[in-house]
């Protein structure tokens, strides 16, 4: 099967209720015969037609059997160009391991007190060496 390559401009033109693209991760679903069955409601898809709404979807936590609806919806692959609005959950899971709370961060800030607290330490004590050099 050969798939359909969409610029993100022309997955815009689908941006209503009746003619509904939406992009996620990076592949092109038209979603417009489910809008009405969305058990999380008509309007929150309507929000993101037309748009990359992966992060929307994941943040949900949609069920495998949401998985399995978009699959059959699909119409396509999105051919993304430069200066395209890029999906801040695009990276699997791993990554961005879910909103908790950014444990990467912290793990990042604690890394670098360690290391330049570390840094300050050996200099003190450098420092404090040639102190006493001097007064021998
Ligand atoms: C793009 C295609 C989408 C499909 C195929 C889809 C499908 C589904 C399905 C099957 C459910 C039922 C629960 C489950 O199986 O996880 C659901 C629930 C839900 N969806 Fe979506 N969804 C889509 C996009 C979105 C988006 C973009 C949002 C944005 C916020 C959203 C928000 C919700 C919410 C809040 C629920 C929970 C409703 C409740 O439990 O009361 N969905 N969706």
Redesign the pocket.
Known sequence: MSQKLFTYAEVAEHSTKKDLY?V?HDKV?N?SS?VDE???GEE??VD?AGQD?TE??E??G??D??RE??DG?EVGVLNRQPGDPVPKASKPASQSANSSSGGAGVGVGLYAVLVIGGALAFGAYKYLEMQKEKQV
């Open positions: 939406v996620v679903y979603v489910f969305h058990p999380g929150v898809l993101v709404s929307a979807f943040d949900v949609h069920s059997e949401a609806i978009l919806l």
